[in-house]
């Protein structure tokens, strides 16, 4: 066997124990290939300064459709370009918490896909929630003795998809029988309703104009097209009451809520959700929204003034029935102060804007504008018609205030039985807003106190158990009172309330701006329809001059002469319902009077001087007497002041029925009277200084003889 010298020569160096080198491969003379992008946004990895450094940080990405036809081309010197591998890569579509989107991500070996074309049209994600979103595109040639590109060609751009599916609700609607009324008062009449809703999302208008019963069954259809050509519907997704969207193919095309207990949807403000997904995996997203759960209505259902034999006073607008004590209260017929407020359902009460008052022993029959006495009580009897929910009203039969447990037999009291809907609200809430007296006679703020708890609610586990049938509210503070009640419906613990939202809001705008608004000829007409809503009265009698007594002076007709012009002064002043707030003397309860009489008087007079005109003389012991409790002011020896010539003279009286008018808001009422009266011209200088005058308020009394 022949050997060659070189391998003689390794198997010396074998034997010396040295290593042998094996001899050189041939060099590589292959040449990588050359990659470019041919067509799109420039190559950001290209992009470099005039000295040829890459520019560092890369200028924003260009924006490109979702769909997009991208070329590309490769070379090679010493050989062909027999395909290209290429790989996208692209951003999270929504950032961690806290943080923002990370940058870009490298292409991992698994993402690259090999092709021999040199073009091709993408179609690149994006999300629903973000139409937009970044990526790159990768791309390297390979030549036919397999080696790579070593610097691939590559370009970030934003993915922008400007044409989602064209999405419609063709038709969105509620069906159910609900309770029509044509009147306050009559009878309900069940009937099939169609409601077709048509509101979607609007930022600039936030009211909802769709209301649907809450008893209605939703239907929604829908349809979607794609708007760019090679795209489809996926799918779509919709969410009406779930916490999360509802993921469909994009076979199914309707919804249905609230056609049985699977699919039941609670009241409240809703919005339907849709949105069609396109390949891409952007969306368009379109809404129908409505409220759901018609608002009930409010009336007040007072007593008839001719039902019942009241007595009628002097005053025309006095309706009255006195009570020997409240021991035995008469069935007051043509009212619900009697059985008919337990058998007959809030929807069949007709419309009567009346209500009772109850002071001292008495029961008023009252009307609006009428004035009603301080710390008495109010009663309110009101209708209501609700269409669409049960007439589940809060009353347990173990609750221990109920009169007669078997009065609750089926039939027997309508009002007390809960049941499925039958056209009334449950029951009410109510409040009583004063436009409080200053200074006795103006008006300053106003009291607005919170809306009561519901009536009638005859149910020991309930926090707001309030066992009324009617509203009952005592008033303490002279003004001018804006009643407000509610009609509350059967979804009353729900968390949209179930009141009357005809009524306006205690807070944007109250009873009172809105009623007065429309008494000055300034409402809308709707708001003239809101304001049978709201009943408007006057709290405190107003204290009056008792003209009759026979020693009243100077006479109430103006014929009183005085003699001199030292004037003797005898009023006696009256109030038919006396209120003292002062802890010491405020009445126990409500429904009487204080045990005195407050009376504060201001005297002040006012006739020609010597030239004609008239003036004013306010003497400051004169402002603000307050008497001792009979009502009476006695003055001896006024001596008027010179300026008044006369011979007419007026007296100008005001009495009030509060000791701190001005301090104390709606404290009380004042009343003015103006008195004439005659007496002689003043004494000339000669005669005046040879006078024994008094001085000033001497001798005088206020009531029995005590100073002023």
């Not at 006012?606 to 012991?621: S, T």
Request: charged share 15%.
């Amino acid at each position: 066997m022949r050997l060659r010298a070189g391998s003689l020569l390794c198997l010396f160096a074998i034997v010396l124990g040295v290593g042998c080198r094996k001899p050189l491969n041939p060099a590589d003379n292959n040449q990588a290939p050359e990659t470019w992008i041919t067509s799109a946004p420039q190559d950001t990895i290209t992009i470099r300064d005039k000295g040829g450094h890459p520019i560092a940080p890369y200028p924003k990405p260009g924006t490109i459709p979702v769909q997009y036809h991208l070329y590309w081309a490769g070379s090679d010197v010493d050989g062909t370009v027999v395909g290209f591998y290429y790989a996208i890569v692209e951003t999270l579509t929504t950032a961690p918490p806290g943080l923002p989107i990370p940058t870009l991500p490298g292409p991992k070996p698994q993402d690259y896909r090999f092709t021999t074309k040199t073009d091709s049209t993408f179609i690149f994600n994006v999300t629903q929630n973000a139409p937009d979103r970044q990526h790159a595109f990768f791309i390297y040639a390979v030549d036919n003795k397999g080696k790579a590109d070593p610097t691939p060609a590559r370009f970030i751009f934003d993915a922008q998809d400007r044409y989602p599916p064209a999405t419609s609700i063709d038709d969105a609607r509620s069906v159910s029988p609900i309770w029509f009324q044509t009147a306050p008062g009559s009878p309900p009449v069940l009937m099939n309703y169609v409601k077709i809703i048509t509101d979607t999302v609007n930022i600039a208008i936030p009211t909802l104009k769709d209301t649907v019963p809450s008893n209605g069954v939703l239907s929604f259809h829908w349809r979607a097209e794609p708007t760019l050509a090679g795209t489809f519907v996926t799918g779509y997704q919709y969410k009406l009451d779930e916490p999360q969207f509802v993921s469909v193919d994009s076979s199914v095309h309707s919804v249905t809520y609230n056609s049985d207990a699977s699919n039941y949807t609670a009241p409240g403000a809703k919005q339907l959700t849709l949105r069609a997904l396109d390949y891409a995996g952007g969306a368009q997203t379109t809404t129908r929204r409505f409220m759901m759960n018609v608002s009930p209505l409010t009336w007040y259902s007072g007593p008839d003034r001719n039902a019942y034999p009241y007595t009628h006073g002097p005053n025309p607008s006095d309706y009255y029935l006195d009570l020997p004590d409240w021991s035995s209260v008469p069935s007051l017929t043509g009212s619900y102060l009697n059985k008919d407020s337990v058998q007959v359902l809030p929807a069949l009460r007709p419309e009567r804007k009346t209500f009772f008052e109850i002071y001292k022993n008495r029961i008023y029959v009252r009307a609006e504008n009428d004035t009603v006495d301080i710390n008495s009580w109010i009663v309110l009897s009101n209708g209501g018609f609700d269409p669409d929910t049960p007439y589940s009203v809060q009353v347990s039969s173990q609750d221990p205030d109920l009169p007669d447990t078997t009065g609750l037999i089926p039939g027997s009291a309508v009002v007390m039985h809960p049941g499925p809907y039958n056209g009334s609200p449950i029951g009410f809430k109510g409040v009583i807003s004063t436009y409080l007296t200053l200074n006795g006679s103006e008006f300053g703020p106003e009291s607005v106190p919170s809306l009561s708890r519901l009536y009638p609610n005859f149910d020991p586990a309930s926090v707001q158990r309030n066992t009324i049938i009617n509203g009952y509210y005592g008033v303490t503070q002279a003004g001018k009172a804006y009643a407000l009640v509610k009609a509350v419906d059967g979804f009353v613990n729900s968390a949209i309330g179930g009141q009357d939202d005809m009524i306006p809001n205690l807070v944007n705008e109250t009873a009172r701006q809105l009623a007065d608004r429309v008494d000055a000829g300034l409402g809308t007409p709707q708001e003239i329809d809101v304001r049978r809503r709201v009943l408007t009265f006057y709290i405190d009698r107003a204290p009056y001059l008792v003209t009759s007594d026979q020693n009243f002076k100077p006479l109430a007709n103006g014929s009183t002469i005085y003699p001199t012009r030292a004037l003797d002064i005898y009023l006696v002043g009256n109030d038919d319902d006396p209120y003292d707030n002062d802890p010491s003397a405020k009445p126990s309860r409500i429904g009487g009077p204080s045990a005195s009489l407050i009376a504060r008087w201001t005297l002040t007079f006012h006739g020609n001087n010597a030239a004609g005109r008239d003036v004013v003389w306010a003497p400051p012991f004169l402002n603000h007497i307050v008497g001792n409790g009979n009502g009476r002011l006695q003055l001896s020896s006024i001596l008027l002041d010179p300026s008044i010539v006369g011979p007419t003279v007026y007296l100008d009286v005001e009495l009030c029925d509060c000791r701190e008018c001005e301090l104390d808001l709606g404290a009380g009422r004042c009343s003015h009277f103006e008195i004439p009266f005659t007496v002689p011209p003043p004494p000339t200088p000669a005669q005046t200084f040879h006078s024994d005058r008094p001085g000033p308020g001497s001798s005088s009394t206020v009531g029995g003889g005590n100073q002023p």
